[in-house]
């Protein structure tokens, strides 16, 4: 199986529990339970089982067609949202080799371009036990699990 659709296998059918973002493209959205097992950072509230998180990718939040706020988005300040309808991830899908798209119940979108050519990745899937996805910036999906990796948040 490769690295995708190990993720896939893993992710659909969770659903949003928190999403936070912040200047500077930093987008992170929870899924899942409430995780007790990570130290939360300053602001907030808890994290979930899951986190996809980007710092600096760009990236637009979609729902019934219509772009809510986005990475470039000039009114963008710190918030954290814990009140959420229910949204489920449906699908993943690879817009382009660089890009992706997350889907989710409710006409809810998250996407994820690759607008930047420094040596890092495009979003981190981290799970509460260690385990981390990653789509590094040439489009390629790794996977691995380390104490020393992908384990800060803040």
């Known amino acids: ?3 995708l659709e190990d993720l896939k296998q893993e992710l659909l059918g969770k659903k ?6 912040w200047r ?5 959205i929870g899924l899942g339970e409430k ?4 130290a939360r950072s300053k602001g907030v509230s808890f994290y979930g089982q899951w986190e996809i998180v980007t710092y600096n990718a760009s990236w ?3 729902r019934d067609g ?3 706020i986005a990475s470039q988005s000039e009114d963008l300040v710190e918030k954290e949202i814990v009140s959420l309808p229910v949204f489920e991830l449906e699908k993943i899908i690879e817009l382009t080799k660089y890009d992706v798209s997350f889907i989710f119940s409710n006409n809810f979108e998250v996407d994820f371009f690759n607008c930047f050519t420094e040596d890092d990745e495009l979003i981190d899937v ?7 996805w990653e789509k590094d910036q040439n489009g390629i999906w790794n996977k691995g699990k380390d104490p020393e990796k992908k384990v800060n948040l803040s």
């Open 16 to 21: 949003i529990c928190r999403i936070s973002y």
């Open 1 to 3: 199986m490769n690295v």
């Open 24 to 28: 500077d493209k930093c987008l992170q």
């Open 35 to 38: 995780s007790s097992r990570r």
């Open 66 to 68: 219509k772009i809510l």
């Open 126 to 132: 981290l799970k509460d036990d260690r385990t981390w």
């Open 60 to 62: 637009r939040i979609i």
